[in-house]
Nanobody, 121 residues
Framework: QVELVENGGGLVQAGGSLRLSCVASGRTFSRYAMGWFRQAPGKERELDAAITSGGSIYYADSVKGRFTIARDNAKNTLYLQMNSLKPEDTALYFC???????????????WGRGTQVTVSS
C-alpha cells in the first residue's frame, strides 16, 4: 500500500513556474514507476510525465521542454517542475504510482488526491 500526498499547486500567471511535490509513504518508493497526471474540467485524466524505478523518463508532447519530472528516493518524493505555464495547463494535478511502467501508463495503482494548478492569462 502506498499513500501519496501532493502539494505545491496554486495560482500563477502565464509564463510563470510552479514546482509540485508528492510525498509517498512506505519503504518501497524506489521500486515504483511514478507519474504526474492532470485532469481539466470536463476532460479525461491524462499523463503528463512519468519516471520509472530505473530513472527512464516520459513526457507528453504538450509539456516537453517545459516540465521536468524528478524523484528523490531518499526522501520518498516525486517532483514536477513546471515552467512557461500556459492557461491550458490549468487542471487538477495528481501524483500516481504503479509497480510497472506499463501499469502506470494504463492508469496506475495508487493515486494522490490532487493539487490544483491555475494559470491566468
Amino acid at each position: 500500500q502506498v499513500e501519496l500526498v501532493e502539494n505545491g499547486g496554486g495560482l500563477v500567471q502565464a509564463g510563470g513556474s510552479l514546482r509540485l511535490s508528492c510525498v509517498a509513504s512506505g519503504r518501497t518508493f524506489s521500486r515504483y514507476a511514478m507519474g504526474w497526471f492532470r485532469q481539466a474540467p470536463g476532460k479525461e485524466r491524462e499523463l503528463d510525465a512519468a519516471i520509472t524505478s530505473g530513472g527512464s523518463i516520459y513526457y507528453a508532447d504538450s509539456v516537453k521542454g517545459r516540465f521536468t519530472i524528478a524523484r528523490d528516493n531518499a526522501k520518498n518524493t516525486l517532483y514536477l517542475q513546471m515552467n512557461s505555464l500556459k492557461p491550458e495547463d490549468t487542471a487538477l494535478y495528481f501524483c500516481a504510482a504503479a509497480t510497472t511502467y506499463g501499469t502506470l501508463m494504463r492508469g496506475a495503482e495508487y493515486w494522490g488526491r490532487g493539487t490544483q494548478v491555475t494559470v491566468s492569462s
